[in-house]
Nanobody, 121 residues
Framework: QVQLVESGGGSVQAGGSLRLSCEASADIYMNYAMGWFRQTPGNKREGVASVDGASAYVDAPWKGRFTISRDSAKNTMYLQMNSLKPEDTAMYYC????????????????WGQGTQVTVSS
């Protein structure tokens, strides 16, 4: 069954904002570290942000513009993306790993289907 369902991608002009959502099954939400990755054509997926329990991390290139959060009432993780730039254009994937270290090295247990973000100049 589907464990992670993303939504919230779309097209926006530079400087705008988007909020991505990733709804997880209850088991994953409660017991897994979760994170966001992005991928552009011809490139590997790269980590953007992750959350493990009460700890949240945003990778350096996006720190100050992106925020990761979770809502336990909805079993949902979010990625708030502000001040978007054309170079933020990518497919964004939600991911979950039983062990945070596996998320950090890009080897999660589950991937979502991805949601496209397109930022125009």
């Amino acid at each position: 069954q589907v464990q992670l369902v993303e939504s919230g991608g779309g097209s926006v002009q530079a400087g705008g904002s988007l909020r991505l959502s990733c709804e997880a099954s209850a088991d994953i939400y409660m017991n897994y570290a979760m994170g966001w990755f992005r991928q552009t054509p011809g490139n590997k997926r790269e980590g953007v942000a992750s959350v493990d329990g009460a700890s949240a991390y945003v990778d350096a290139p996006w720190k100050g513009r992106f925020t990761i959060s979770r809502d336990s009432a909805k079993n949902t993780m979010y990625l708030q993306m502000n001040s978007l730039k054309p170079e933020d254009t990518a497919m964004y994937y939600c991911a979950a790993a039983k062990i945070w270290a596996n998320l950090a090295i890009g080897r999660p247990d589950y991937w979502g289907q991805g949601t496209q973000v397109t930022v125009s100049s």
